[in-house]
């Protein structure tokens, strides 16, 4: 008898223990469709288009140049943050359902909404779930010391080391009144939301649902490593899967791109919530590869990093990038056109969705501090209308005025070498789609396989500031024998086959 009580105990503890487990996987990784094929523009509102005339840039602004996005050949847009807050680039909101009255209303943004979706053109908003503005009310109402608001935040106690350094190596202690220490990540004036607390994350869950509703397709999520701080790692990836799981049940196919700005293997379980991640280490190689001349095992590295994803999640799609408005502009950085071009072929021929800074397209420069690689967009070389003029141009103005008033009508400009090749990767299954097999000729080039389906291209770029050639044996007993992109002189060399390859030029090879 007291054996069967214990059998029976030992199964009903084997039964609770599995249905947990299974439970546990649902909450892990929903399933979902891959959500590839997208090259996204972004925008940083402020610095685009000014419709009415003040100076400042605006959702109507982003309208009415939707035909502007549209002659990229991108297919979607991603928007710095657009909701009220005292700053100028958004990131301490004050309220996460309402629009910035500098850059609109509600109808405004729902009219964008409308517009992109009939150009076709997806709409992936900023979500800032980390830190609010200390001017938030639920900030102000927890300075106050009603309770309720005061638990949405951190609180130190009496073992707090005041001294501490947040996730980013800053003083993260903060106080109003010499008594009461909140914690904020990356600056006193956006204090930390306390994800331990159920209600914040259901409010955070709510906005979410809010935007969705209103019709957008996507979110970029701001900071998203430093939910829960450094030793809670575990604990920012599960928030993020239950966040994931959520917005998913609302819209299956909304698109979730992070930023996780730290090593690959750290950047990986993330993939278990988010479609995408930033890849901001490959940005870098990218970078230096084109500006050192070394493309040093730039393809079996990004298969490694690939690999390191995949073990993570089978259908990660990667988010490749050269610079973003919290990086020196790449112009700036490699310093010609033909250098830019360079760097823009490889990015745009890796696998996953490309992410396009604005202003990047024409060869806008700009430096830290961050006001100035975020500089109004140039339009006109010199002004006319919808300039915005929020702040001083610094790095392109006088001598170095890049606009797309000039390189519209110069078919060899950055801004029309951008388009072709974006309407050229969106035309192609393969550019699209495919994955990447590495093909690492030698150092003087940066090259790389996509595969779909059987289907090949071999990406050859110049990363020299001379002539190359390759063989062209090396290439077609790997059975690539036609260019379908890019050009090449057939030159003999000591009696071999050759193609020659331009400086910054590139070809792209088709095994069919
Ligand atoms: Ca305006
Ligand atoms: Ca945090």
């Given at each position: 008898m007291k054996r069967r009580i214990w059998l029976f105990i030992l199964t009903l503890i084997t039964l609770i223990f599995s249905v947990g487990c299974f439970f546990d996987k649902e909450q892990t990784i929903a399933p979902r469709k891959k959500q590839d094929g997208l090259v996204v523009y972004q925008i940083f509102v402020r610095s685009f288009y000014d419709s009415d005339g003040d100076g400042i840039g605006d959702l109507n602004g982003v309208t009415k140049k939707l035909d502007y996005i549209k002659s990229l050949g991108v297919n979607a847009i991603w928007l710095n943050p657009i909701y009220p807050s005292p700053s100028y680039h958004g990131y301490d909101v004050t309220d996460y359902k309402d629009i910035n009255k500098e850059f609109g209303t509600m109808q405004d943004f729902e009219n964008l909404i409308n517009k992109a979706h009939e150009n076709g053109i997806k709409v992936i908003l900023d979500f800032v779930p980390n830190h609010t503005s200390s001017k938030h009310p639920w900030f102000e109402k927890a300075l106050k010391g009603d309770r309720k608001y005061k638990n949405y935040y951190i609180w130190s106690n009496k073992d707090t080391n005041l001294k501490e350094l947040s996730g980013i190596g800053q003083k993260a202690w903060h106080t109003k009144d010499g008594q009461n220490y909140y914690y904020a990540t990356f600056w006193s004036e956006m204090p930390d939301l306390n994800y331990d607390n159920k209600k914040v994350r259901k409010e955070i869950k709510e906005i979410a649902k809010f935007w969705l509703d209103k019709g957008i397709d996507g979110f970029r999520i701001d900071a998203a490593l430093h939910v829960y701080e450094g030793k809670r790692y575990k604990d920012t990836v599960a928030w993020w899967q239950e966040f994931a799981n959520y917005v998913r049940s609302i819209k299956n196919d909304v698109y979730i791109v992070g930023e996780?700005?730290?090593?690959e293997g750290k950047i990986a379980p993330f993939f278990t919530a988010f479609d995408s991640c930033f890849n901001f280490n490959l940005a870098e190689k990218i970078i230096e590869a084109v500006n050192t001349g070394f493309s040093t095992k730039l393809s079996p590295r990004i298969k490694n990093c690939y690999d390191t994803y995949k073990a993570e999640y089978k259908d990660y799609v990667d988010a490749p990038f050269l610079t973003n408005h919290d990086i020196d502009r790449v112009m700036s950085r490699l310093d010609s056109v033909e250098k830019n071009k360079a760097a823009a072929v490889i990015y745009l021929s890796l696998p996953g969705n490309p992410f396009i800074y604005y202003g990047e397209e024409i060869g806008m420069k700009g430096y830290k501090p961050d006001e100035e690689i975020r500089e109004p967009f140039k339009w006109y070389r010199v002004s006319g209308e919808g300039q915005t003029k929020w702040e001083m141009i610094?790095?392109?103005?006088?001598?170095?005025s890049p606009s797309v008033e000039e390189q519209d009508k110069d078919e060899n400009s950055l801004l029309n070498f951008y388009r072709d090749f974006i309407k050229f990767r969106l035309n192609d299954e393969v550019m699209k789609h495919g994955d990447i097999v590495p093909f690492d000729i030698n150092p003087l080039v940066a090259s790389f396989i996509r595969e779909y389906n059987g289907e090949k291209r071999l990406i050859i770029v110049n990363i020299r500031e001379e002539n190359i050639t390759i063989d062209k044996d090396l290439l077609s007993k790997n059975g690539f024998e036609k260019i379908i992109k890019g050009k090449a002189e057939d030159v003999v060399e000591n009696g071999i086959q050759k193609y020659q390859i331009k400086p910054y030029e590139y070809i792209i090879l088709s095994n069919k």
């Open positions: 996780v700005w730290d090593s610094k790095h392109n103005v006088g001598e170095y």
